[in-house]
């Protein structure tokens, strides 16, 4: 069974900066894509960034030039550093990692999995 643990969340200023972390266990066969998305109170969940098995990356319009994913693929962990961060930045992010679970299953799609959610808030 694949989990994905969220750490790095917390309170911070507006301004200040967080590191957040995401690492998969459990037994699984490759890792695709890794990516995070949030969800701020009565909103719809939206990207924040993407990055791919090859390291090319994708942001959201809101957050480009301040925030900055990262990948480990040794310890199958994902990070996103959050700097320059503003009160609108304050939701539950997400990560996500689109994966393969067996060699078998290389002949079919690839399966998302979620983490839990960890609550970023951005406040004076």
């Known amino acids: 069974q694949v989990q994905l643990v969220e750490s790095g969340g917390g309170l911070v200023q507006p301004g200040g900066s967080l590191r957040l972390s995401c690492a998969a266990s459990?037994?699984?066969?490759?890792?695709?894509?890794m990516a995070w998305y949030r969800q701020a109170p009565g909103k719809q969940r939206e990207l924040v960034a993407t990055?791919?098995?090859?390291?090319?990356?994708n942001y959201g319009d809101s957050v480009k030039g301040r925030f900055t994913i990262s990948r480990d693929n040794a310890k199958n962990t994902v990070y996103l550093q959050m700097n320059s961060l503003k009160p609108d930045d304050t939701a539950v992010y997400y990560c996500?990692?689109?994966?393969?679970?067996?060699?078998?299953?290389?002949?079919?799609?690839?399966?998302?999995?979620w983490g839990q959610g960890i609550q970023v808030t951005v406040a004076s």
């Open positions: 990055i791919g098995s090859g390291g090319s990356t």
């Open positions: 459990g037994s699984f066969f490759s890792i695709n894509a």
């Open positions: 996500n990692f689109n994966m393969y679970n067996t060699r078998a299953d290389t002949l079919f799609a690839p399966r998302d999995y």
